[in-house]
């Protein structure tokens, strides 16, 4: 299995190590907030309920996303100008519904039933085609996507594009009812204090649009269980509240536009105001290739990996063969056939300690290495052991599906 198709861990609070308590809640648990968790937020239908939307800064319906981000006027307060850009951007909120097969236990079939709610943002209109990002954890495991509009309509949406591990999906619905477009500003000009608002439908959609106010609390890179493994996701924290429905929903700025994507945060005892956003820096291109590709096209080796430091010393050293001074990398378990790693002669019970001279302790470090500092295309070196001896091998990287192949 390559590294694009690890197997994918539930989306349930992975047992936390001492001082890590981050972990994601799946859109099946109730609206409830889980303690001692970085949470994904998806109010599943029990009582109020349903997966988080929210929308950016809006313009005039047939323009595209905008990346600049707009100057406060210095004639104005923060607080009317955070007033002027909400109603701005509340019409290109949305609520999104999560629609799953259910047995029918009195009929002895399966309906179609409301899983869960979240949000959405409208960002972009092309002809009578509208554009939705939202979380991929608000549709995960949906047969159906529903969309609530500004003005209570609901229309069918389709699933253009979803990626677990950056937590983005984008959606398409006829944009016959759209009036209002949100614009992207640029996340990396967001200064410590700067204030923001998050909206959203915590909850579900009879709170629909609800908006909360806060600042910038801090950038930072945070470990996360996704259905596709463990990452390291890039966030903008705030205090702006963050509640189940959130999820998918827009963080602005004073300009009126969306600097973040709602997505977790950390929900413990006399634990507040630690929520946590996607950048739009980071969801920008991740959108865009959704938008062309319906998935991300990343480098990808073609190995089924496990950390060396989860393995006892029994298989380290008897079926590993790994010197006493090796206790960590990724060991391989699989080598898929035709891939990359095939071509480079990578084995079965390879251990992988370093690529183009980066230490590899983890497997997570080695797939955040090929994901963000190389390219299809490109060629790397790899450090390996093999039955105790140390290895080097050239392996020129693919994207899964490409022909070699």
Do not use: C
């Not at 109020?48 to 707009?70: H, M, V, W």
């Not at 608000?138 to 591990?165: F, H, Q, R, T, W």
């Not at 205090?239 to 700025?253: F, K, Q, R, V």
């Not at 035709?338 to 001279?357: H, M, R, W, Y």
């Amino acid at each position: 299995m390559d590294m694009n198709m690890m197997p994918y861990e539930p989306q349930t609070v992975r047992p936390p190590k001492r001082g890590r308590f981050f972990s994601w809640l799946a859109a099946s648990v109730a609206g409830a907030v889980l303690g001692s968790a970085i949470t994904l937020y998806a109010a599943p239908k029990v009582g109020i309920s349903s997966p988080s939307t929210s929308a950016g800064e809006t313009k005039q319906a047939n323009t595209s996303t905008s990346t600049e981000t707009l100057p406060l006027q210095p004639t104005r307060s923060v607080s009317t100008n955070m007033v002027t850009a909400i109603q701005n951007v509340t019409d290109a909120v949305v609520g999104v519904v999560n629609i799953q097969k259910q047995e029918d236990f009195f009929s002895d079939s399966t309906v179609d039933q409301e899983a869960g709610t979240g949000s959405g943002v409208i960002f972009k209109k092309d002809g009578n085609t509208a554009y939705i990002v939202t979380n991929n954890h608000v549709i995960e495991g949906a047969n159906k996507v529903e969309v609530s509009l500004a003005d209570g309509k609901k229309v069918k949406a389709e699933i253009v594009g979803a990626d677990p591990l950056t937590d983005l999906a984008v959606l398409k619905i006829d944009g016959s009812h759209v009036t209002k477009v949100a614009s992207f500003g640029d996340s990396s000009k967001l200064r410590i204090g700067e204030p923001v608002a998050a909206i959203g439908n915590p909850l579900g959609l009879d709170l629909s649009r609800t908006v909360t106010e806060g600042i910038v609390s801090g950038k930072r890179t945070i470990p996360v269980s996704t259905s596709a493994g463990e990452w390291e996701l890039n966030v903008i924290q705030t205090d702006a509240a963050i509640n189940p429905g959130n999820s998918g929903g827009a963080l602005i700025n004073s300009a009126g536009q969306v600097i973040g994507i709602n997505s977790l945060k950390i929900s413990e005892t006399g634990v507040e105001g630690l929520g946590f956003a996607i950048p739009s820096e980071d969801v920008k291109p991740i959108v865009e290739q959704l938008m062309q590709y319906g998935k991300i096209k990343r480098p990808y080796l073609g190995v089924q990996l496990v950390d060396v430091a989860d393995l006892s010393d029994e298989v380290r050293k008897g079926q590993l063969q790994l010197p006493d001074s090796v206790t960590a990398g990724a060991a391989v378990t699989a080598v898929e056939p035709f891939s990359p790693a095939a071509d480079a002669g990578l084995q079965s019970k390879d251990v992988i300690v370093e690529i183009n001279g980066q230490k590899v302790d983890s497997v997570n470090a080695l797939r955040k290495y090929l994901y963000t500092k190389t390219k299809i295309g490109e060629k790397v070196t790899v450090v390996f052991y093999r039955n105790g001896e140390k290895k080097t091998a050239s392996i020129t990287l693919r994207a899964r599906g490409d022909s070699e192949s």
